[in-house]
């Protein structure tokens, strides 16, 4: 969708700067942010070896069995309020300034976060964990809807997965962190762990508030006018439909009705059901491998590296080359795997082999990134977007909640076998999913080509001029903003639009 060859080389070289500009503001705060985002989430695995379990009474013992029932409901509790949270935030955000609503999420989830210390039972846990959902799911939706209005489709894969690759680089964060606070933090260590999280959240929200812009064509003091120009033509030439828009009921049942938006939500189910087994069972995994606690919890670090590394090798691919996505989507698939067949297979001791297989599961972020930038470079329409983007987030933790009953206790002596079968099988349905989206892409870009062919071969359209400038993808003026802006269209009603790849 981009127009270069239109423009001189100055005007390019202007884009570019502002391209930059943008980087430079929007991505460090993205980035800190959905990396605190995994990291209270992954703190219960760490909290799990420093008495957590114990304190709240997360596991039992059923005639001489032990049961971590109560623990993968705890873990679970958590993405049953993102589901119930995620669908009507969504529609929020198209309806409240961006920046400004999800500033306020993070500081209230940060609050919730630290209230976890004054839990003292299962039950109350459990609450607090579906309350802590509900904030969070606020996150996600929202830097996706972000990345599809200050970025073209074309630059959409490098930043996802750049703010994405948080995930492994507060892995390794956290790790360090939970050691010292390991060893300092008292009679309840795990404690300090919530108290420093929940403190540093609210802190970031505050942060958000004051420096994060709402909108290319709102971009606030950072942007002179020259700059504020080019953000308005990117964003008109990018076609994603505008943010704070009237919620549009044939969007949402088109996106309903398309089997695109469920193969997303299996996707997403399929490729997180691996977080159950390096997330939240990931520190209790590698203890079972016989190791101590603090081993345990500095052996997490090279998972976090696994996972930014194949996250910046296949973002970097889906950028460099066109309409490749959907092939690189099963190919990044592939190292988890292999690492779900090692770690199941290798003996389980103290050594490199189990360890190798589950930092190669570690990897799984590689193809939830391409499954999001797929998500959002073919999508427009806020309304639709919206929709989308929350069946996305709901397959996200339908696939987590299952990921959470997987890890048997009375399976440890089988490897914990249910677990990487179902890691396996995951993997290989979202890579043939993959594969069917492409089908599909394909055909609907072909019927539109001959459509557009046809069309030009007939007479004019009875279109207003208004419109032909919204669905042409180029504005000039703020009378043309206005009118891209009211058109807001789905991508199924801009016959211009082409699925990438």
């Known amino acids: 969708m981009s127009d270069d060859r239109q423009m001189t080389e100055e005007e390019i070289a202007i884009e570019r700067k502002v391209v930059r500009k943008v980087d430079a503001i929007l991505l460090p705060i993205m980035l800190v942010s959905f990396g605190l985002q995994y990291y209270d989430k992954s703190v219960l695995g760490t909290a799990a070896v420093y008495g957590i379990i114990k304190d709240l009474h997360l596991q039992t013992t059923v005639n001489g069995v032990v049961s971590t029932t109560r623990y993968s409901t705890a873990t679970a509790a958590f993405y049953y309020g993102y589901i119930v949270g995620v669908l009507p935030i969504a529609f929020l955000f198209t309806r409240l300034p961006l920046a400004k609503t999800t500033a306020f999420f993070v500081i209230i ?32 939706p929202a830097f996706v809807a972000i990345c599809a209005l200050w970025w073209e489709p074309q630059e959409q894969a490098k930043r996802i997965g750049f703010f994405y690759s948080a995930t492994g680089v507060f892995s390794m964060f956290s790790s360090l962190v939970n050691i010292g606070l390991g060893k300092t933090g008292g009679a309840h260590p795990w404690k300090s762990m919530y108290y420093f999280v929940g403190a540093l959240t609210i802190f970031w929200g505050f942060v958000i ?3 994060l812009p709402d909108h290319p064509l709102r971009p606030g003091r950072w942007f002179t006018t020259e700059e504020r120009a080019v953000l308005a033509r990117r964003f008109a030439r990018n076609q994603a439909g505008a943010s704070q828009q009237p919620i549009k009921p044939y969007q949402v049942l088109e996106a309903v009705r398309d089997i695109k938006t469920w193969l997303y939500l299996l996707m997403a189910a399929s490729i997180y059901i691996c977080n159950g087994s390096v997330t939240a069972f990931g520190a209790k995994i590698i203890t079972g491998l016989g190791y101590t606690s603090l081993q345990a919890t500095a052996l997490l670090v090279p998972g976090g590296a696994m996972t930014v590394i194949t996250i910046a090798i296949f973002s970097y691919y889906a950028d460099k080359y066109t309409n490749i996505r959907t092939l690189l989507l099963p ?29 190669l599961v570690a990897s799984f972020g590689a193809p939830y990134v391409l499954l999001l930038t797929l998500a959002s470079s073919n999508t427009a329409g806020a309304t639709k977007k919206a929709v989308t983007t929350g069946f996305i987030f709901i397959g996200y933790n339908a696939g987590n909640i299952a990921a959470a009953y997987l890890v048997f206790a009375k399976e440890a002596h089988i490897k914990y076998r249910s677990t990487w079968i179902s890691v396996i099988v995951g993997m290989v349905f979202a890579s043939a999913a993959s594969l069917v989206l492409r089908w599909l892409y394909v055909r609907e870009n072909k019927k539109r080509d001959k459509e557009e062919l046809a069309e030009k071969q007939s007479e004019e359209t009875t279109r207003t001029d208004e419109e032909k400038a919204a669905l042409a993808g180029s504005v000039d003026s703020l009378d043309g903003l206005a009118s891209l802006i009211v058109a807001d269209k789905s991508d199924k009603k801009i016959p211009g639009f082409r699925y990438t790849l």
Not at 120 to 134: A, C, E, K
Not at 351 to 358: D, E, K, N, Q, S
Request: aromatic share 10%.
């Open 109 to 140: 989830w940060g609050l919730v976060c630290i209230l976890t210390v004054v839990c003292t039972s299962y039950q109350g846990f459990t609450v607090q964990r579906v309350v802590l959902g509900i904030c969070e799911s606020a996150v996600s």
């Open 331 to 359: 190919i990044s698939c592939i190292p988890v795997i292999v690492g779900a067949i090692v770690i199941w297979a290798a003996p389980w001791k103290p050594t490199a082999g189990p360890l190798i297989g589950y930092y």
């Open 209 to 211: 508030l004051l420096i």
